[in-house]
């Protein structure tokens, strides 16, 4: 189709782009990393780009690790100037939200793994103590409920049950109780073909099961750049995010006022893109990217000197 969108870099196209960017945003799984590999090239591109001035951020849905975790990953895989202050994760982000926009007062009620737990402990945001769910006896109808709970939070939770669910939901007739969702991604690839379910999957149930839509805090919400904006001077217009998701990371950029960049590296193909240009939908219009890439390695070429 015609239109704006889409466009395939070359040469001096991309260093035009790099000359016009003073702030690249990478996500992480699919465009850095694939699980525990590093994608090839990505270490020296993240180096040069700072080498150039730039300043790179990561901004990731992933909430199963607290920062200082995701800065050992960093440099396990071979990245050597990585700093926590630059990692922006949904479980971080969260617990900013939680302190600084809703200023919670009480409890927040976890579904979630500990990395997420840690990061809003860290934020001195109080979580409640998971107790005695599993005594003979204890069910549904009798397990014992905070009071205190002001907060409902769900994320990526491989020891999500029926129980945790139960919880939640009553939790949330209370109306003055917040309802969260750290990520709202639908599923993520595992190796040899498998997948694993994400946050936004039980997000839904809950959402089921209460009949109230949760905020998401991670992309495609705006709030992630926001906090990056919040600590980092960041013109929006001078920044590129690069993603392998369109419907969370390139409509993360779109929804921001960013450039965007597709990396087929991860998830999301190049068919699926050309069909959100060629759609008339405008919801999808977010979808589109400004630019697609093989990988970041296609960086390296224009970061040349
Ligand atoms: N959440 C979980 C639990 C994941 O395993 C992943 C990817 O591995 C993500 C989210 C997505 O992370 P990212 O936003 O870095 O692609
Ligand atoms: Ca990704």
Request: aromatic residues 8%; negative net charge.
């Amino acid at each position: 189709g015609g239109g704006r969108g889409c466009v395939t870099l070359r040469g001096s196209q991309f260093r035009d782009l790099l000359d016009a960017k003073h702030n690249v945003l990478f996500d992480c799984d699919g465009v850095i990393w694939n699980g525990e590999t590093a994608v090839t090239g990505a270490p020296e591109v993240v180096s040069l780009l700072k080498q150039r001035g730039k300043r790179v951020f990561f901004v990731t849905n992933n909430c199963t690790r607290p920062r200082e975790s995701y800065v050992q990953k960093f440099s396990r895989l071979g990245f050597t100037d990585v700093a926590e202050e630059e990692i922006f994760s949904s479980a971080y982000c969260s617990a900013a939200y939680l302190r600084d926009v809703a200023r919670v007062q009480g409890k927040v009620y976890v579904i979630g793994c500990s990395g997420v737990v840690r990061e809003l402990q860290d934020a001195g945001v109080h979580v409640v103590e998971e107790v005695g769910d599993d005594e003979p006896g204890t069910n549904i109808s009798n397990c014992p409920l905070d009071p205190d709970v002001k907060a409902v939070l769900v994320g990526y939770d491989e020891n999500f049950t029926f129980m945790k669910l139960a919880k939640a939901c009553c939790y949330l007739r209370n109306s003055e109780c917040l309802f969260l969702a750290t990520d709202p991604d639908p599923w993520h690839p595992l190796r040899g073909g498998r997948i694993t379910p994400g946050s936004g999957s039980l997000t839904a149930a809950l959402e089921t099961a209460s009949s109230r839509k949760a905020t998401v805090i991670g992309k495609p919400g705006r709030f992630m750049f926001e906090c990056i904006a919040s600590q980092f001077d960041l013109d929006p217009a001078r920044s590129l995010m690069v993603g392998d998701r369109l419907e969370t990371d390139i409509l993360f950029g779109s929804n921001c006022g960013l450039s965007t960049m597709l990396t087929l590296t991860g998830v999301s193909t190049m068919e699926e893109a050309q069909k959100y240009k060629d759609s008339e939908s405008p919801e999808h219009k977010g979808c589109v990217p400004d630019y697609v890439v093989e990988s970041i390695a296609d960086f390296l070429e224009a970061l040349e000197e």
